[in-house]
């Protein structure tokens, strides 16, 4: 296990630890070390996500993971908001906006609980062949991607460095949702 994966593996069982945290400290004079305390944890990770999002697989699935939380709380943050009041035209706006946030925290639910669903609970596409490319997309949050045999996936960083420099042959157990490597072996040339 790398270091990356290791503290992307520990980010969850972190929040919960801080939530727990806050929550036991909330009336004590503790209350603010402990604020200070998780606020400095959480802006060390939020830095280490945007920095190393895509070195280990688990990094990946920490980003899903948090995209169906944010959507499902954006849904269900228009469940406390009183009823719109005033006139017929404002409560129609009103009730508009609470409709389109709605829909928008539950796409982004329904997407990235999709995806992992797709990976995990599904069988896993198996590609074997020798790497035939490997090349960074295109864009502000670019994606590495390998083809081997016709199909192209998408890789962490430090696979794609290995298969970017050898080209081996390799077998490739490929998630179904997010079209990502979970398992390589290399295979004899």
Not at 90 to 119: C, E, N
Not at 130 to 150: F, K, M
């Amino acid at each position: 296990m790398t270091t990356a994966e290791f503290i992307a593996a520990c980010f969850w069982p972190f929040m919960a630890i801080a939530a727990f945290a806050l929550l036991k400290a909330r009336k004590t004079a503790a209350f603010p070390f402990v604020v200070n305390v998780v606020s400095v944890s959480v802006a060390a990770y939020v830095v280490l996500g945007v920095a190393y999002d895509r070195s280990s697989i688990i990094a990946v699935n920490d980003g899903h993971v948090g995209l169906v939380l944010l959507g499902l709380a954006i849904a269900g943050s228009q469940l406390r908001r009183p009823a719109p009041e005033g006139p017929i035209r404002a409560k129609a706006k009103a009730l508009a906006s609470m409709i389109l946030i709605v829909l928008l925290g539950s796409w982004m639910a329904w997407y990235a609980g999709r995806m992992l669903f797709l990976d995990f609970m599904t069988d896993r596409l198996v590609i074997e062949g020798r790497v035939v490319r490997a090349e960074r997309s295109s864009g502000r949050r670019a994606d590495y991607l390998v083809t081997v045999a016709g199909r192209t996936v998408k890789v962490t960083t430090p696979i794609y460095e290995r298969l970017q420099k050898f080209r081996p042959a390799v077998r490739l157990d490929v998630g179904r949702g997010s079209n990502y490597v979970y398992e390589i072996e290399y295979l004899a040339n």
